[in-house]
């Protein structure tokens, strides 16, 4: 029996606070990690933030639940980690990559799943997937593996949407922004191809709330 409740109650309320503190510095180390992927790419403009957004909102709208939502949101930032071991010549290239040079930043997602790999946090080791997969395709032509339909993570396959959607609607150095409507029609066209269709029809219910994300990042 506890003789002094009142200080049982502090160190309770003590314990709520650190696990919360906890909670706020994973976000926020695993949101540093993502713009530190993309560092020397100052093109990309908060690409990893948005593209975390995006797939929290497809995740939720196919039906995960808050806290893999969250994860979602989270661990998506990091897709492009790998990048930070692509040669700068390649990276920063202001035109379209030749054949060379492609094959070299494919290997991004290598670099990603080995930087990531071997944690036991749980946060890391759906980054690490989505870092591995989000380039693979639904028809099984996508890279690094070929990766064929549910071989690939759904958190990847969600990622890919995620990440296709944001490139397409931001400026580049060798393209310019595509609508929103331009963009939304390549996802659809992409369904059972590119995309996972299940994942397709749940982008065109909610492609609104990705417009309107990525006009207030604009906007910001």
Same mark, same amino acid.
């Given at each position: ?11 309770? %309320? ?9 909670? +706020? ?10 713009i ?11 690409? !990893? ?20 939502v969250?994860?979602?949101?989270? !661990? %998506? ?28 930043? +494919? ?8 930087i ?9 080791k ?17 890279? /690094?593996?070929g ?7 759904v ?13 397409? !609607?931001?400026?580049? /150095?060798?393209?310019? %922004?595509?609508s ?26 909610v492609?609104?709330?990705? %417009? ?9």
């Amino acid at each position: 029996m506890n003789d002094f409740p009142q200080y049982q109650n502090i160190s309770d %309320a003590l314990v709520q606070d650190q696990a919360q503190e906890l909670l +706020k510095l994973q976000a926020e180390i695993l949101e540093r990690l993502g713009i530190a992927g993309e560092f020397k790419d100052t093109d990309t403009d908060f690409h !990893t933030q948005r593209v975390g957004h995006f797939a929290g909102c497809l995740a939720r709208e196919v039906g995960f639940g808050a806290d893999i939502v969250h994860e979602i949101t989270l !661990t %998506a930032q990091l897709h492009d980690i790998g990048k930070v071991g692509v040669p700068d010549h390649v990276l920063l290239k202001p035109g379209k990559l030749n054949s060379e040079e492609w094959k070299i930043m +494919k290997q991004h997602t290598i670099h990603g799943h080995n930087i990531l790999k071997g944690s036991s946090s749980r946060l890391l080791k759906s980054a690490e997937v989505i870092a591995l997969t989000h380039h693979e395709r639904w028809d099984g032509t996508g890279y /690094p593996h070929g990766l064929k339909g549910q071989e690939t993570h759904v958190y990847g396959r969600i990622t890919a949407i995620a990440d296709v959607y944001d490139a397409l !609607t931001m400026h580049r /150095p060798y393209k310019a %922004a595509w609508s929103h409507k331009q963009a939304a029609a390549y996802i659809a066209d992409g369904a059972g191809s590119q995309f996972d269709p299940e994942l397709v029809k749940a982008f065109s219910s909610v492609q609104h709330q990705f %417009a309107a994300l990525s006009k207030q990042w604009c906007a910001s």
